[in-house]
C-alpha cells in the first residue's frame, strides 16, 4: 500500500512526455474514471465508501492489466498515481488516497 499526496495544478494536466487527462462521472452512488493517454483510455469504476473511506474507484489488478491495457500495464503505478492524484485534486481536496491493490481508496485526512 502506498500513500499518494494531492498535488495542484490545472484542470487539464499534461505532463512533458504525454498528453492525458482523467475524466470522471457520478451516476447515483457511483460513476466512472476514465484516464485517457494520447488515443488510448483505461476505464475504471467508482462508488461511495464509509466508514471514512469517502469513495472506493476499482482499477483492476496487474494481470487485468496485462490483458485489457497492454499498453499501459508497465506503467501501473505511474498511471493509478496520476488517477488518485486527479480525483483527490478535483473532488476531495481534503482527502487522501491509498492505492492498494486493484482499489484506490480516498479517505478522510487525518488530523
Not at 457520478?26 to 476505464?43: D, H, L, P
Not at 497492454?70 to 483527490?88: K, P, S
Request: hydrophobic share 40%.
Amino acid at each position: 500500500m502506498r500513500s499518494v499526496e494531492s498535488g495542484r495544478g490545472s484542470l487539464l494536466v499534461n505532463d512533458s512526455k504525454n498528453d492525458w487527462r482523467v475524466d470522471i462521472s457520478q451516476e447515483g452512488r457511483g460513476g466512472s474514471v476514465v484516464y485517457y493517454e494520447g488515443s488510448n483510455a483505461i476505464s475504471c469504476w467508482w462508488e461511495f465508501g464509509g466508514a471514512g473511506v469517502v469513495a472506493i474507484i476499482y482499477i483492476g489488478d496487474a494481470s487485468e492489466w496485462e490483458k485489457r491495457f497492454a499498453w499501459a500495464a508497465e506503467r501501473r503505478l505511474e498511471i493509478t498515481g496520476r488517477i488518485a492524484n486527479e480525483i483527490v485534486r478535483r473532488r476531495a481536496p481534503t482527502c487522501r488516497a491509498e492505492i492498494d491493490g486493484a482499489y484506490i481508496y480516498i479517505r478522510e485526512a487525518r488530523s
